[in-house]
């Protein structure tokens, strides 16, 4: 099992915690929740999908270890992000009569980890959290960092809270059961990290990027169980790995986003704005690859961003067969629309997290980690980023 | 100005924050929000009633010093302390187009710091809040110590988080407005604070009950300007003075309630039972006094507390004009149901809160500061201690 710590230094709540990574992880959970979140009772949240795939596997291994512990589904669908099921879940806790002594742990992507945690967030003031990713881009991103919330109407994750878990328990094995396109889109939040903090990073991903996209191609990873599918999930384990090393590192540094943190939103504030408007029938990591592609051309416009990072950052995502090409739906006004309402503005303005080459962000003149774009010229240049994005020579030039 | 420190350690989130106490410090308000929670723009949060007496005042102060602010006002009542209440003005945030350099005022009482703490708490996941409690309760007690929250349909505050000020300002002039029934309600968390920590502090109250009351007994505080009433404002800002420095004591030790901050809950097991069964119309501070008279009793049936305490607690209650009187519909078996759906249960068992003696906790075998009592005598003693908790002899036997 690798093991990687993660720091949370004041301001924040919670004490640091671990991240274990390792094949067949599931059927240590009880034995991981009871050193990491010694509780009276366990509810372990799910949807409706993955409680069916994995959810008696995980009461299971808490039960063999003596653990009381609840299985509570919900409804699958990042459309079922809502205040509502909160609510229903947390009045699921109540009803079956857990107290402050009770744990809570999120077995599933991002859409149940930003759920479960929300609920340990809130559940009688709060109750720890142990995460249980099911989806390569939970286990690469979502599940550390302790970010969690729902959607509100207006805007997406508008509802959350920090809440850091008391730990993260990651077994590839889990990803053979993964839609292939799930598994291409869980590459989206890797490419994002190296492209911002780690061009050695980056480099590794391009070199791989082929196999990995190959490897999902199929029904899943393990879709054989030839060498191929079982080279593919431990290269996999070593993206997790090394995905996860990066965030921790940009959480230890900046825990409640007030600035570094928010290098992380590369590609997301028209990432965001993309899967709202597409209804999410593109799923998060299709719409952050498509972010990044946008955005590291704006970059370019306006001048942050060296040239030839766009088409580098396109080029792996091609090779991980994530999307390139623009719906027509998304007009430069209902981007910007739905990016104002996003939570990365400040003052009003937009705050853009982009690369200054790869491996690096760019910095205003401040110094911060984001950027001002010329409110008054953002229309033009988001319309040119837009229309050239798709455009990604296939060597560098 | 008195200015009153609470230390915040670790694992809670918040850096330490002032309470600000002084006649006519709600004309500050500018002022104190600008230096201690420096934001964009602000929202002031206040149910209809005081938004209608002190909404104005808090804007003009906050405009005084250039600060950009806005009202939201949302329906008065404790039955409005909801999810929907507290998403409508998440809502109201997000349409106002609020991100996350705003930062949140609570203007009011109870339910306000609590509904105003627990949006700020989980608005674009936190920003600050500064609390400005408009009512003694809410001046002596909720405005300080960081819990906010909701109730759930199933149980009072079950939805909520950790969320401590930024600062509280407390202005004891505008107890004026403040209804007699809710200025006597305020004085139960004094007696519940000194009761179970500070004996000296107990007898100050005790001492000076019987004038509190009366100068509650009008019309508010200052229903004439003559000597009495504005006397009574100045023993007012010392009870809360007094209060605040104590509550600040037991955060400081233990923030999350892990163990000391739950003598708090005196008087709360039974109160909050008896809030839920009143349909609230039975206030807080009334539900809590009536609590403490019933536990007490319970404490003293069981051993935990020496005999003579209750009594001596009751006179203190009575001399305050807070009831004594139990309804019909309090039946030993409702008060329990609500009381095992409250937070303060541990392995599905109620922890009770009980004083020693004037001034001090009972501790149970393992040291900790709540105790647990037999459950199967249970239903017999609270029996026992609702027929006797009336009977309170006027002087010391």
Known sequence: ???????????????????????????????????????????????????????????????????????????????????????????????????????????????????????????????????????????????????????????????????????????PDVLVTLPPFQLRAGLAEPVKMAAMRDAEFFAWIAERADGLA??????GVAAGADGVAAGATDELEALVGRSVAAKAAVVAADPLERDLRAVLNFGHTVGHALEALSGYSLVHGEAVAFGMRVEARLGELVGCTAAGTADAIGRVLDACGLPAEPDP?????????????????????????????????????AGAHTVELPTDELPALLGAALRTCAEVPDSPA
Chains 1, 2 share one sequence.
């Open 1 to 171: 099992m690798k093991v990687l710590r993660v720091e949370v230094p004041r301001p924040a709540a919670a004490p640091s915690y671990d991240v274990v990574i390792g094949r067949g992880a599931l059927a240590r959970l009880g034995e991981f929740a009871a050193a990491r979140a010694p509780a009276h009772r366990y509810a372990v949240i799910a949807d409706s999908r993955v409680a069916e795939l994995y959810g008696e596997a995980a009461l299971a291994s808490l039960a063999g270890e003596g653990l009381d512990a609840l299985l509570l589904p919900f409804p699958a669908g990042e459309w079922n992000k809502t205040r509502e099921t909160w609510a229903d879940v947390l009045d699921g806790l109540l009803e079956a009569g857990l107290g402050r002594d009770a744990a809570v742990i999120g077995l599933g992507g991002g859409v149940t980890g930003d759920l479960a945690g929300f609920v340990a967030a809130t559940f009688l003031r709060g109750v720890p959290v142990v995460q249980v990713p099911t989806t390569l881009l939970a286990m690469v991103d979502s599940s550390v960092g302790g970010k969690t919330g729902v959607d509100a109407p207006a805007a997406k994750n508008a509802t959350g809270a920090f809440h850091h878990p008391a730990g993260v328990l990651v077994d």
């Open 329 to 365: 739906d998304w007009t430069v006004e209902r981007i910007l629309a739905a990016a104002r309402a996003d939570k990365k503005s400040r003052r009003g303005a937009i705050r853009w997290a982009l690369p200054a080459r790869i491996g690096e962000a760019a910095r205003d003149g």
């Open 214 to 219: 190959a490897a999902a191609g199929a029904d």
